[in-house]
């Protein structure tokens, strides 16, 4: 009931197309949703997070669609760019408990064909 | 500049042979984490830290051991390192919890046990 599912595992979209990378989780204490941006040698960087009290959130080229319901969100990324490849996570957690551990999915790896 | 800072950067050992991952955060965060990449299973939790002298197991703690005895420090150690920890490791802060305030990661620590 822990697990975050992300997938694809890998993607490739050309210059100018959208980028679509979705993850399912099952514990609907969850409330708290961020997706992590990491390039080759660096450490995961907030890109943009959501919370369930909305269902899209959107920060230039980057939006998070939230499905409730059934327990999915996904990231899009408009007007794909070269400077976009790298490897994204999303992430859950239930920010109100204890520890406020955050759960990531298994990564997403993005390249962008100019 | 707010950062988390890991050293070494790369560490090649040998089986058995004790070793340290260093972590310091200079943003005064109450909460850091040690997490360990690898390919298709995303980024997974060793160890973590609530505040001074709190620590407690994440999803994969056999063979580490973690101390915090200064807010700003967290070091992993292996005791006896082996194969199977050979990884892409990060440390992680957050002001408080991570299902709230979301994480700054270092650049990571790529070991390689032989």
């Known amino acids: 009931q822990q697990q975050v599912k992300q997938s694809p595992q890998s993607l490739i979209v050309q210059k100018g197309g959208i980028s679509i990378i979705n993850c399912a989780y099952e514990?609907?204490?969850?409330?708290?949703f961020p997706w992590y941006q990491q390039f080759p040698g660096k450490g995961p960087a907030l890109l943009i997070a959501?919370?369930?009290?909305?269902s899209e959130k959107k920060e230039g080229r980057f939006t998070i669609s939230f499905n409730k319901s059934a327990k999915q969100f996904s990231l899009h990324i408009m007007d794909s760019q070269p400077g976009d490849s790298a490897t994204y996570f999303c992430?859950?957690?239930?920010?109100?408990?204890?520890?406020?551990?955050?759960?990531f999915g298994q990564g997403t790896t993005l390249q962008v064909k100019p | 500049e707010a950062q988390v800072t890991q050293n070494p950067r790369y560490l090649i050992t040998v089986t058995g042979k004790k070793l340290t991952v260093t972590c310091s955060q200079n943003?005064?965060?109450?909460?850091m984490s040690w997490y360990r990449q690898d390919p298709g299973l995303g980024l997974r939790q060793i160890y973590y830290?609530?505040?001074?002298?709190?620590?407690d197991k994440g999803d994969v703690p056999e063979g580490y051991k973690v101390s915090r005895k200064e807010k700003r420090n967290f070091p992993l150690i292996l005791e006896s390192p082996s194969p199977n920890q050979t990884s892409l490791y990060f440390c992680?802060?957050?002001?408080?919890?991570?299902?709230?305030?979301?994480?700054?990661f270092g650049s990571g620590t790529r070991l390689t046990v032989v």
């Open positions: 992680a802060s957050s002001l408080i919890r991570p299902g709230v305030y979301g994480y700054t």
């Open positions: 514990n609907t204490a969850f409330d708290y």
């Open positions: 959501i919370r369930p009290d909305v």
């Open positions: 992430a859950a957690s239930k920010g109100s408990s204890n520890t406020g551990k955050l759960i």
């Open positions: 943003m005064n965060h109450e909460y």
């Open positions: 830290s609530m505040n001074v002298e709190v620590t």
